[in-house]
């Protein structure tokens, strides 16, 4: 088996930490049970670039028990658990090529790894793999891929991008659109892990700081209202002026970047865009400024940018650098690279929220397979992205609850009437 990871010899702590996150995922653990014995998944070669941690690695076994043949690599080169990649390695039998800290030569040589495997189902965290194959490889689309998934905001806007300009060469489920996975994965789990990795990178106090959210989608929701509740004096800056609302009725100061720049202490980007932080608002940050990003690539902050303004730049602590501006001498401190902050210096998500978000890709996978595979095709599906579909969302939504002892109520025969009626009013 083809591998490459940082030390297979850490390997039996990365299956420790693999089993007790998987203490706190039952719906995939319900999910994989099913799979064991109906491998549905039987003839799907999985190829999936997602991020290396303990919650993507009990997915990968699941698609395994459901008869899948995995390869896995890193959708982010800060985001790797190395022991949990050895693990998966040794213990798991998936092969795994995923470093921390990788260079961006090694990066694309594990995509190029995931890609050999000839996928005819990818699952990416990001779109890369989805876009290799198109630039390189537009004659494999045609003859072996089948469908795919995608798992995040950024990726999905390259996706739809593809769509629309009648470039997509095959159906892709966007597993970022479903319920269960971007009103809990985005909010409580970018919220509580995005804060997670600033203090972990700092230990910096958070209450009485004014704390810059940049942008106000789900993440920026998430991080917003914990920054809040651990006593943080929260800005938010935004382009969409209903969000701007949303964020003014939620109790947070919003303004323009420009203004924003000049009173904040942390600085922490969600948008999915690129230079949002830029040479204009450096100049105007404060001494000891810490900037960071949790959105999906490190495009968010304009660090060439950055760079070309200082005339030095240290690390002064485990990822964070120190840039001295060469115009006032003031400081600017960069978390993790410029890299997703709760994955660099963190954990990312607790695996009870990860718990539906991959339970919305195997099942998902599943749905590819049984639709776009063998002679027992029930939908036609054309090359666009896809939500989740909708029985899908709900059915892990009721395993969720299940699984937390929690009971809701059901309609009676007179609501369900009630509701599908026009004739009856007030």
């Not at 095959?170 to 804060?195: C, E, M, W």
């Not at 940049?214 to 800005?235: D, L």
Request: hydrophobic share 40%.
């Amino acid at each position: 088996m083809k591998y490459h990871v940082k030390d297979i010899k850490l390997a039996n702590e990365g299956k420790r930490r693999i089993e007790w996150a998987e203490r706190e995922m039952p719906v995939l653990r319900l999910i994989k049970q099913r799979f064991l014995k109906e491998k549905p998944l039987k003839g799907v070669r999985a190829g999936c670039c997602l991020h290396v941690t303990t919650e993507t690695a009990n997915l990968m076994i699941t698609l395994k028990a459901g008869g899948a043949q995995v390869t896995l690599c890193a959708s982010n080169p800060l985001s790797t658990q190395d022991d949990v990649a050895s693990a998966l390695v040794k213990h798991y039998g998936i092969p795994t090529f995923a470093i921390k800290g990788e260079d961006n030569k090694t990066y694309y040589s594990h995509i190029q790894a995931v890609i050999d495997s000839r996928p005819n189902v990818t699952m990416d965290d990001g779109a890369d793999v989805v876009g290799i194959l198109h630039k390189k490889y537009p004659e494999r689309i045609e003859s072996e891929i089948v469908g795919g998934t995608e798992e995040t905001t950024t990726g999905v806007v390259r996706l739809r991008a593809m769509e629309k300009d009648g470039v997509l060469g095959y159906p892709i489920i966007s597993v970022n659109d479903a319920d269960t996975k971007h009103l809990f994965d985005n909010r409580y789990g970018t919220g509580q892990s995005t804060i997670d990795g600033v203090i972990r990178a700092t230990n910096i106090l958070l209450s009485g700081k004014n704390v810059v959210v940049v942008g106000y989608g789900w993440c920026g929701r998430g991080v917003a209202s914990r920054a809040k509740g651990m006593g943080a004096n929260v800005i938010v800056t935004e382009i969409d002026p209903t969000k701007g609302i949303e964020a003014v009725m939620d109790g947070f100061q919003v303004m323009p970047m420009s203004k924003a720049a000049a009173i904040g202490d942390i600085f922490i980007t969600l948008t999915g865009n690129t230079s949002v932080l830029r040479a204009e608002h450096f100049v105007k940050m404060k001494d000891g400024a810490i900037i960071c990003n949790s959105g999906h690539f490190n495009v968010e902050i304009d660090i060439p940018a950055l760079e070309k303004l200082s005339k030095s730049v240290k690390e002064v602590r485990n990822f964070v650098q120190e840039f001295t501006l060469r115009s006032s001498g003031r400081k600017i401190h960069l978390l993790g690279e410029g890299r997703l902050i709760n994955l660099a210096a963190a954990e990312g998500h607790p695996a009870s929220v990860m718990d539906m978000s991959f339970a919305n890709q195997a099942l998902s996978a599943e749905y590819m397979a049984k639709n776009r595979m063998g002679n027992n095709r029930e939908v036609t599906l054309e090359n666009k992205v896809y939500p989740v579909p909708k029985d899908i969302d709900r059915e892990i939504a009721r395993l969720k609850l299940l699984s937390m002892g929690i009971l809701i109520d059901k309609l009676t025969p007179e609501q369900e009437k009630y509701l599908a009626s026009w004739q009856e009013g007030t």
